[in-house]
């Protein structure tokens, strides 16, 4: 049961993750009368507390190596106290404060809860192995896609089932349900006795090849930055696809989940940098898709869903594996440097939102409002011609990187 429990945390941190970086746009513009701008301000400022925190939240991890059932159980308290928080917000003249408080608190929970398991890695193995640490992963990444989907159905299923406000309220509960249940089914995998390695220095992530990585997981993390926090103002305000965003959002991560095993596979076979070099063209023929559809094509936008969803797959599967496998090859304790490589992802989807909203809202972009052709324009180029570009900039980081053997 030790993998199976693993997937389930990763489950719970997705389904809590999908919503602060696709519904809290939408929800906070919408719900709450907050306007793209602020809302982009406030993601960056969060994310500058992120800056010291994450590193620190990775440094206590290894400190503290026999806390690990505590950490674990403090990330899903703060997830089950903050979302129904978030969630049952109401509009006022204290809105902002109070959103910025829910949102430091979830921020918080999830980043230590995200750090412990992927610093955890060599820990959570049966044993710490190259290839075990790839179906680690697999395990690992194929829980988070189950809780993205289940993260970006939710919402849809409770207004079906007759919940007010977009069904927000319910997600809420819903989600803080979630938390105290993974929390006690969980418990036995922190009970491992922890694999600690040598302490962390700027020579040794060197000389890993791990600084290389986490260049390539902050401009990597760009594209997808940039197309989460757009999902749901590009299909319904662009292709004009009314209330088909949940099931394409369920599409677009079920490839990515069904993609997993696959990458994992192709990886131990054929090494990480080649199957990256398969995979990341997926993603840049998405992008140059989504730019040329026409409002209403359904089925086009699918197969975009289609192609990007399994590279996505690549890169949730094979980064984070290829980092814990240098950590681990160097005897480099992991938790402080996946510290790191949170902050380096959520940076990432930080500078998007502070980059794009703003320009978005200037060009007199209005969710769920008509649009002018400047403001959709605007919006496209955003969501498929930047990302792209981006794209390009991570394929040719991978390509300098040194070719390795198959994962063993």
């Known amino acids: 049961m030790l993998y199976p429990r693993v997937s389930f945390y990763a489950l719970m941190l997705a389904a809590a993750g999908i919503p602060l970086y696709i519904h809290l746009p939408r929800f906070a513009s919408i719900e709450l009368g907050i306007g793209l701008g602020a809302i982009g301000t406030i993601l960056l400022g969060i994310r500058l507390v992120d800056l010291v925190q ?44 109070r959103l910025i408080a829910i949102l430091v608190l979830l921020f918080s929970a999830y980043s230590l809860g995200m750090i412990l398991l992927y610093g955890r890695s060599a820990t959570l193995t049966t044993s710490p192995t190259g290839r075990e640490l790839m179906t680690l ?4 990444e194929g829980g988070m896609l189950a809780g993205v989907i289940i993260a970006a159905v939710a919402p849809a299923v409770f207004v079906a089932l007759g919940a007010d406000r977009e069904g927000y309220r319910a997600f809420g509960l ?48 760009l594209p997808v930055a940039i197309t989460s926090t757009l999902f749901l103002f590009f299909v319904e305000d662009r292709l004009r696809l009314g209330g088909l965003a949940g099931p394409l959002l369920i599409l677009f991560f079920l490839s990515a989940g069904l993609s997993v095993p696959l990458w994992a596979r192709m990886s131990q076979k054929l090494g990480p940098k080649t199957t990256l070099l398969i995979a990341m063209p997926l993603a840049i023929l ?24 399994a590279a996505l797959g690549a890169d949730m599967v094979i980064l984070p594996a290829m980092f814990s ?4 090859r160097a005897g480099l304790k992991a938790s402080l440097a996946f510290g790191i490589w949170s902050f380096a992802g959520k940076l990432g989807l930080a500078l998007a939102a502070f980059a794009v909203l703003p320009m978005l809202e200037h060009s007199g972009f209005t969710p769920g409002a008509p649009n002018s052709a400047t403001a959709l324009s605007t919006l ?26 198959p994962i063993q």
């Open 137 to 140: 992963a697999a395990f690992r």
């Open 174 to 221: 819903f989600l803080g349900v979630l938390a105290v249940v993974t929390a006690a089914i969980t418990l036995p995998i922190w009970r491992r006795e922890p694999i600690q390695g040598e302490r962390l220095s700027l020579y040794g992530l060197r000389q890993a090849g791990a600084l290389r990585l986490l260049a390539l997981a902050l401009v990597n993390s």
């Open 380 to 405: 496209n180029i955003f969501y498929a011609v930047i990302p792209c570009i981006l794209k390009l900039g991570a394929v040719a980081l991978v390509l300098a990187l040194p070719t390795e053997a």
């Open 54 to 97: 994450d590193p620190l939240i990775g440094w206590a991890i290894d400190r503290w190596p026999k806390a690990q059932s505590l950490f674990a159980s403090a990330a899903a308290l703060g997830l089950a106290i903050g979302f129904p928080l978030l969630f049952s917000a109401q509009p006022g003249p204290n809105i902002v404060p």
């Open 325 to 328: 496998v240098a950590l681990t």
């Open 286 to 309: 998405g992008f140059v898709g989504a730019a040329f559809l026409a409002p209403g094509n359904l089925p086009g936008f699918a197969a975009i869903c289609v192609a990007s969803g």
